[in-house]
Structure formats: C-alpha cells, structure tokens
C-alpha cells in the first residue's frame, strides 16, 4: 500500500486573512519534507478556485515548490481540475515538474462539480465528462511521444513536439479522480484509466471498485495495468472516545463545505444542495469521516487491499501516531 499525503494545504478553512496567506503557502514545502521523513509514499495538492480562505487554484505551483526541498517523496498533482484548463499546457508543466522533481511527478485528474467554477474560469460544465476523457488521452501522448496528433469531438492537434520532455520514459498513465458516483468509476475503467475515488466509506468504495472493474473487463483494460486509489478522512486516536470527539468536533466544517457546494450527488449524478442530516446521501458522506485506533486502521487498510486499492490519500488528525504505529505494518520506516 502506497501512502499520500495532501500534508500543509489551507485546508482547514480556518478563513485567514490574506496578510497570512503567505505563512500558510510558505509552510507547503516544509510540510512536505515532513512527510518525506515520516514514510508517505506521495504528498499532492487539491485545487479549487475563488475560496474565501485560500485554498489552493493551481496545483502544479505549490508541488514545484515541494520539489525543490525534496529529494525521495513523489509529487502527485491530485487533483487538478482538468476541464478548467488547457490540456497541452498541463502536459508541459506537468513535464517541467517532472524535470525540475527528477522523475517524481505523477497526474491524477479530477472532473470538478463546483458550477462557478467553471462560470469564473469561462468553461462549459456541461461537457466536461466528454472532455475530460479527450483531454487525459492528449497529456498521455503528448507526456509519451516525441511528436503527436490527436482528433476528438472537442480537441484536435496535429504534429505537437512538447517541450521540455519529462525524465520518466514512459510517464506514468494519468489517473482520473472519479468522485463518489458510480458513472465515475465506469468512466476510468471504460476508458483504460487508473482510477482514484473520493472520500467515501468502505462500503461505498467495495461499489465503486466493482463498478470500476466491471467496465474495465468489457472494455478489455487488462487487470494487470489497472491501478485504483482512494481518498479517506481518519480521526486516529488511541481510544475510540477521543477519536469520536475528534470527528464530531470537526464536522461543522466539513459540513459547510459538503452540504453547500455541490459536492453531494445523488444515483444519477445531480448536485444534492444542503440536505438534512437524516437524508441517506448525507449520512453516507459523514460515514466516511470515520473515528479510528490504528489497531482498527490497520485492519481497514487490508480491507481496501483486498478490493484492489493500492493508495490512500490520508487525511488525518495525528500524523505521529499513523507513522510510528501504522506505517511499520505496511513496510514505512
């Protein structure tokens, strides 16, 4: 099992005055190291756009800066936004990340939800499913090719040398961050895609994967390249009670942020806005934020093993705790 880390992000929307911001960006690479010298696999940086606190617009910039003050630790752009930007101009920074990390830099590419998103940014959200599938295929030949083309329904490119080229030959396939839907998951297998799902609980993830692999099959995405991911919220404590109130003391935020944006969606993928806390997609979502001893984590970790997960993307309240009495069962030092 591989471990990432999305270490020092703004993520706490704590709602710093923007004299701070500088403190808060300056700590990314620092964080960074730490996890470096704690035993995570990968530290990535989530983006979203016009947040009142800060959060991070642009991915690339602050992995860059990680890069410069690491040496071993891999740099994961997850998740970028893809259908907010320009393909090819990711695949050149994601090449220069790549010079600049020595190797390290791998893609995971998010569908994006939020709808002023894309109002701000001057993009169609309508046709971001379709577009996302093109755009991932143009960073994967452009990353791999000394010269590609491409035609699609949205981009088209003909005799393109991308330049600086990446270290890695060849890039790693980029991994599409699929939410929580279903239609998600069909999506990444259907299309020969390493998959990534978001914060959701393990019996929701046991779904996802078997949609994911279900498309795979008939698509013909061979078992052995197939790579999934998941992202998960631990409140680690060494007791159960104080791992509750960990979470329960946390989830008015997580609340705001869940309930109001559009991230919640229903069977069919629509944007559930602020549900009660009895509606079952709700509960879902606060199922994910689960309390836990690392005893029970690590037990849970085999549990994503065995369905095929080899990543977590952990956030976690006790990053101590997870490296000395977690870490050690799965081969981190």
């Not at 970028?80 to 101009?89: A, G, Y």
């Not at 390290?104 to 590419?109: A, D, V």
């Not at 109001?260 to 069977?267: I, K, N, P, W």
């Amino acid at each position: 099992m591989e471990f990432w880390g999305g270490i020092g992000l703004p993520s706490s929307k704590n709602r710093l005055a923007p004299k701070a911001f500088v403190k808060v960006y300056t700590q990314f690479a620092d964080a960074a190291v730490r996890a470096e010298a704690m035993g995570f696999d990968a530290v990535h940086a989530p983006e979203h756009h016009f947040m009142s606190d800060g959060f991070n617009p642009y991915t690339l910039v602050p992995v860059a800066a990680m890069a410069a003050k690491t040496r071993r630790i891999k740099l994961n752009n997850g998740c970028l936004l893809l259908p907010l930007h320009d393909p090819l101009r990711v695949a050149q920074d994601m090449a220069t990340l790549d010079v600049i990390s020595r190797g390290r830099s791998y893609g995971t590419f998010g569908i994006g939800y939020r709808p002023y998103e894309f109002l701000g940014l001057g993009t169609n959200k309508k046709t971001r499913g379709a577009r996302i599938v093109e755009m991932m295929e143009v960073i994967d030949l452009a990353l791999n090719n000394e010269v590609f083309s491409f035609e699609g329904k949205h981009y088209r490119y003909s005799n393109v040398r991308l330049r600086p080229r990446p270290v890695q030959r060849p890039f790693p396939r980029p991994m599409l961050f699929g939410g929580t839907s279903p239609l998600a998951a069909r999506r990444a297998g259907s299309h020969h895609f390493p998959y990534c799902m978001a914060v959701v609980p393990y019996d929701k993830a046991v779904e996802l994967a078997a949609e994911y692999n279900r498309a795979a099959d008939e698509a013909g995405y061979p078992r052995e390249k197939r790579r999934m991911a998941s992202v998960a919220f631990f409140y680690l404590a060494k007791d159960m009670k104080t791992a509750t109130d960990l979470r329960d003391s946390y989830m008015p935020h997580f609340k705001e942020d869940i309930t109001s944006f559009g991230y919640l969606v229903d069977a069919e993928g629509h944007h559930v806005y602020n549900p009660s806390e009895d509606d079952p997609i709700y509960q879902t979502m606060f199922r994910a934020f689960m309390p836990l001893t690392p005893p029970k984590l690590v037990d849970l970790i085999h549990d994503y093993e065995r369905i095929g997960v080899s990543a977590l993307s952990i956030g976690t309240t006790d990053v101590d705790l997870l490296s000395k009495e977690v870490f050690p069962h799965f081969g981190k030092a």
